[in-house]
């Protein structure tokens, strides 16, 4: 192998060659890394919209269960009537809820009311997103105001 002079410089073949295959693994690993967290926050980024949303219809459905005087449950659907006199009804079809015959929130896995007395109690779920994992499940109790109360 052939020395260089002393007055020149420079990197031989064999060092140019693995600094590049340690720049392509480095690159590769990274690229990889990169891939992964922006599939990782699309992710998060819907789960983050579907609770928003679940968060927003049990305040909603809150607010109409507060200003209620009366309440019929049946399955998957809840009547709800007001002082003045307009109904509001909350219904599951198929996995959307719909209130006044609007889609307020999909995809829905479960939307159960009970009644107890003037005590209504309310649980709404997510559906799962995967096979296998639960969905997100809150749930709300609200005492109807009676018909003296409101006056």
Known sequence: MN???????GFTLIELMTSIAIVAVLGTSLFGLARRASADEQRLGADHRALHALRTTLTTLEADLRAAIDCEVRVGRLDLSRRDGDPIVWQLEGNRLLRDRREFLAPLGAFHAELDGRLVQVAL??????????????????????????R
Do not use: F, K, N
């Open 125 to 150: 779920e997510l559906a799962p997103r995967h096979a296998g994992r639960p969905g997100t499940r809150v749930m709300t109790s609200i005492r109807l105001r009676t018909e003296e109360s409101t």
């Open 3 to 9: 020395r260089p002079h002393p007055g020149q410089r």
